[in-house]
């Protein structure tokens, strides 16, 4: 019954070790945009949280505009991907293209405060033809990026199709496509030190008082 009893008292002092070890960490950041390097007839208008690219070619305009996110979530757990920001497209006349590329900053100001940035190619060519037609995506790299203790992971291998807009007359597509992205942390060297000597503490307890008869 000893033995019995001292076994679920080392059980649940490990349970509780390293339950306050893995609590949930709530990571709070904010995201913003900047395009550049866009192709001929493209005009960049750079802002917090909106920035936008737009290239007029031919009979027409498209273009395409990005909006940051602000996020506080609790990791673990976390239900799903979460938004970077969203991509939103809008056409004028007969359409047009563009490439060029989205710095996609992400600033952290919790559980530790620092930035890091994903680059994305943009390419797309929107035209209207009686129905509005086309594609164009978003390409970013790297697959993740790490703030202190906490990695951003892009969904769909850091792919984003845009949308095509809903016609020529302005009006940008809704709700528009995300930039998705998985967030996890890692404990901090501290607790991880911790947690090993709290479960070497219980297992030289156990084992002196196992070996008693």
Known sequence: MLKTAMMALVVTGLMVLSASISKADTVTFTTAGVFSGLSIGGVAVNGNPVSTATFTNG?????????????????????????????????????????????????????????NSFTGNLSANFIFSGVPGGG????????SVQIGAVTYTLSNSGTVTLSVPPNNTGTFSSPGNSVEATVTTVPEP???MLLGSGLLGLAGVARRRFGRK
């Open 59 to 115: 009979g027409g305009s498209i273009t395409i505009k990005f909006t940051g996110s602000s996020q506080s979530i609790a990791v673990p757990p976390q239900n799903g991907a979460v938004s970077l920001g969203i991509f939103q497209t809008a056409m004028t006349g007969a359409g047009g293209s563009g490439s060029g590329t989205l710095l996609l900053t992400i600033t952290q100001t919790s559980p530790t405060g620092g930035s």
């Open 190 to 192: 501290t607790s991880m």
């Open 136 to 143: 164009g995506t978003v390409v970013f790299s790297p697959a």
